[in-house]
């Protein structure tokens, strides 16, 4: 399937072809002093839309023209600039000129800056030391070890997902509306894995043959091109593995967004807008008295509702090391699967003793957002202090942001950051 056909891709065609019509229609009516100003300020805006719509299609479906069948994939993570420069520098100046510019992508200098990215997949976040390895490895120039640690992760990293690796023959890789599979992407994967190696080899490879490699018939195989394309495999089986385990969620919401609206929806919707917009116009910061902040660590206990009360759950949470809790106290947005993002939230704070705290300002910065500044004393006998600044969020059942005036929100953690004095400016 190509990526035109993918069904996000083809109902923003038909949406953009739906404005098309309506931009003509309204050019008629304006000839009959009928025309709609508000429609006509969108018509400059529309070719510039439907171009820039038209190279996140095309430019992804030549980068796999050109470079798929030497192991260059493009995949989801892969930042769009870097595609598009690869593709024009083809285009222009050859292949040459165009992989330099993938080597330095998938160096080791660049993917020491996107190692996070693993850290949303369980099934790469349990093999982070492999992966840290295989860095190490590449920055020193020892490919033979960085290649293989590579290799090892994304076999079983694709076992754990689907009870096979990508070397078996029967791997079922189809998922919905992903660029992974468009054009075939990760059946490039599939298809070097699975290449049969059986006779020895000693001159220069410059493909990452898994089978060959692993079971010790390729034996040139340890060159950066090689390690490179091995980076480039992880990337695009992160974003397979991503868009599999998304799959149910996207579709349903798809199918959400593309079902025609009865009228008492729309309403509906229309009216939740309005009293949004008029929650934001009315909302005010609160006015916060010392002494309110003296009861609050007098009693632990703040104003049910309150984004503070939050704040001291989450550090009683702290204190007794349960980072499970912790998690579910996050916004939702970042804290889809609490029990995947306890781990993150046990790396960041574990160092971290909290034996007493107490919230030293609030500060209502917007309808949907407080800071909250706490000190927290840690160590044998309190002796260390450190300042946090609790960012929080207000958000509705979707986790949408919503104004603290407004009924029906929850405060949740955005961000836990330390500070200086415990008071940003």
């Known amino acids: 399937m190509s990526i035109e056909e993918q069904p996000t891709v083809k109902q923003l065609r038909q949406q953009l072809n739906t404005l098309g019509i309506i931009l003509r229609i309204n050019k008629v009516l304006k000839l009959l002093g009928l025309g709609s100003k508000k429609i006509a300020e969108i018509e400059p805006k529309y070719a510039e839309i439907r ?59 660049q993917v020491s800056e996107r190692l996070f990215f693993f850290n949303h997949v369980e099934e790469l976040r349990i093999r982070h030391k492999l992966i840290d390895y295989a860095l190490a490895e590449d920055r020193a120039g020892r490919h033979y070890s960085a290649v293989p640690l590579l290799l090892i992760v994304i076999d079983g990293a694709m076992n754990d997902a689907t009870g096979k690796g990508f070397h078996a023959t029967d791997i079922t890789l189809d998922v919905w509306d992903s660029l992974m599979v468009a054009d075939g992407s990760i059946y490039k994967i599939k298809e070097i894995f699975q290449k049969g190696r059986k006779k020895t080899r000693t001159e220069l490879i410059d493909m990452p043959y898994r089978n060959g490699i692993l079971h010790g018939m390729d034996l040139g195989y340890d060159n950066p091109i090689v390690t490179a394309k091995c980076w480039c495999f992880l990337f695009v089986v992160r974003d397979w593995l991503l868009s599999k385990q998304s799959e149910a969620k996207r579709k349903k919401a798809f199918q959400e967004e ?111 957002i407080s800071e909250i500044n706490v000190e927290v004393y840690g160590g044998n006998q309190n002796s260390n202090i450190s300042y946090w600044t609790f960012r929080m969020i207000q958000e509705d059942e979707n986790g949408n942001p919503v104004p603290a005036n407004m009924a029906g929100g929850r405060w949740q953690i955005v961000s836990i950051r330390e500070s200086k004095d415990g008071i940003e400016k």
């Open 51 to 109: 171009q820039q719509i038209g190279e996140y299609t095309e430019y992804p479906r030549k980068f796999n023209v050109y470079f798929s069948d030497d192991g260059w994939l493009a995949h989801d993570s892969l930042d769009f600039e870097v595609l598009k420069r690869a593709v024009d520098e083809y285009e222009k100046k050859g292949k040459d000129k165009a992989v330099a510019i993938l080597l330095d992508h998938y160096g080791p200098d």
């Open 258 to 368: 593309t079902r025609r609206h009865s009228f008492r929806e729309i309403t509906t919707k229309l009216a939740h807008t309005s009293r949004l917009q008029e929650a934001i116009k009315a909302w005010e910061p609160r006015s916060i008295s010392p002494g309110y902040i003296d009861s609050v660590n007098s009693s632990s206990m703040a104003s049910d509702g309150s984004p503070e009360s939050v704040v001291l759950e989450c550090l009683a949470f702290w204190k007794k090391r349960n980072y499970g809790k912790m998690a579910e106290l996050f916004w939702t947005k970042l804290a889809e699967n609490p029990k995947m993002y306890a781990r993150e939230v046990r790396q960041q704070f574990e160092q971290i003793g909290v034996n007493y705290y107490s919230i030293i300002h609030i500060d209502d910065k917007a309808p949907a």
